[in-house]
Structure formats: C-alpha cells, structure tokens
T-cell receptor, first 116, second 111 residues
Framework: DAGVIQSPRHEVTEMGQEVTLRCKPISGHNSLFWYRQTMMRGLELLIY????????DSGMPEDRFSAKMPNASFSTLKIQPSEPRDSAVYFC??????????????FGPGTRLLVL | KQEVTQIPAALSVPEGENLVLNCSFT??????LQWFRQDPGKGLTSLLLIQSSQREQTSGRLNASLDKSSGRSTLYIAASQPGDSATYLC??????????FGKGTKLSVKP
C-alpha cells in the first residue's frame, strides 16, 4: 500500500485566498483524521471521520475551516478565507477502528501551508 | 480534559547510551497509548502501541511501558545511534478514537 497520500505537499498563498488540502487514506481504513501542527501548540486534532461521517469537529478553529469526506477514499480540508495564523503543517491520518492492536494511526507526509 | 506532557523537551546523548523518554497523561481512562517518531520536515511514524490492558511493548531496541493508574509511560531506547535522532511523540487514544498528543521530546544522538 502507498500509505496515506496528501496533496499538495507545500502551499504558499496570500491572505484571503481559499486553500484546499487533499487526503487519500489507506485502502480499507474506516477512520480518517485531520491534524494541525505548529511550534506553539504541537499536534492538534481538527476533525475526524468514521465511515465517512464526521464524528467530532470540535477542534476546527473557526467557520473558515471545513472538511468533507465524500467517499471512503478521499477527504478535503478547506480554509476560506485563509489568514497568516493558519500557517502550519496539516496532517491527515487513517486507521482501522475497533480492531485492537491494528488500530494504529498512519500519518501522511503533511501539507506545509504558508499564508502570507 | 486529557492533557499529555512529555519531559524533557529536548535531550542530547552520546552514541551508545541507553535512554528513557517520559510521557504523562492526566486522565487514566485511555484505550491505548502510541509512541511516534517524527523526522524533521516529515510525517509521523508509529513506533509502538500499548493497549490499556498491557504493561509494555517491545520492538527491537525500543521498549515502551505503560502504568495507567499513575498516568505514565516511558520509551526506553537501548544502545542509541545517531539515526535515532528525531522528535519522539507520545499520544493517548480516547474513547472516540482521536489521539491527544504531547509536544514531543527532541532527541539528538551525537556520534
């Protein structure tokens, strides 16, 4: 398996622009997680899906952030409009929930976002 | 609210030393605990996962222990190598499946 795939790997944009981050989870996994990592706050969960349904979006910072999972093999995280404080590394992870020791989360390489 | 703390924030050791990284969490009602490794500019790689009913897990030179009642976990690295240099993150899994991370320990192993 290719692992969790994220695109783009790097994104530089100007304040006010819309940013869309994409994630393809590992085939067969039923849970998908979006995290954000900053120096100040470390890794924080933004939202996660189970069987394509959003379970907990309490980590989404504001209404400017939205996430979708239209099918089991694709998810997007959208920021509109983007602000400089959104600059961070955004990680997507997937897991096979409820299968004991196999419930390891596997992370993608991340998208490094810089909002100028 | 679950909080995860990792001490020290940074650690530098000479090659060959055995070392221990510490992780503590405030709520003992966890499903499991995972240790990850993160290399600069890279994603996270899972190292070990300990279920709440387990006391330890081993993989090669790595040994992770879990004391749920005291809210502590340790990651023991034997015979450290320069290739072990990375940031090590501890994360606990809550009942909903999400992971709550510590801020990591940045390890540097000097040749």
């Amino acid at each position: 398996d290719a692992g969790v795939i994220q695109s783009p790997r790097h994104e530089v944009t100007e304040m006010g622009q819309e940013v869309t981050l994409r994630c393809k989870p590992i085939s067969g996994h039923n849970s998908l997680f979006w995290y954000r990592q900053t120096m100040m706050r470390g890794l924080e969960l933004l939202i996660y899906f189970n069987n394509n349904v959003p379970i907990d979006d309490s980590g989404m910072p504001e209404d400017r952030f939205s996430a979708k999972m239209p099918n089991a093999s694709f998810s997007t995280l959208k920021i509109q409009p983007s602000e400089p404080r959104d600059s961070a590394v955004y990680f997507c992870a997937s897991s096979l929930r409820g299968v004991g020791a196999r419930e390891t989360q596997y992370f993608g390489p991340g998208t490094r976002l810089l909002v100028l | 609210k679950q909080e995860v703390t990792q001490i020290p924030a940074a650690l530098s050791v000479p090659e060959g030393e055995n070392l221990v990284l510490n992780c503590s969490f405030t709520d003992s009602a966890i499903y499991n605990l995972q240790w990850f490794r993160q290399d600069p500019g890279k994603g996270l790689t899972s190292l070990l996962l300990i279920q709440s009913s387990q006391r330890e897990q081993t993989s090669g030179r790595l040994n992770a222990s879990l004391d749920k009642s005291s809210g502590r976990s340790t990651l023991y690295i034997a015979a450290s190598q320069p290739g072990d240099s990375a940031t090590y993150l501890c994360a606990v899994r809550g009942s909903q499946g999400n992971l709550i991370f510590g801020k990591g320990t940045k390890l540097s192993v000097k040749p």
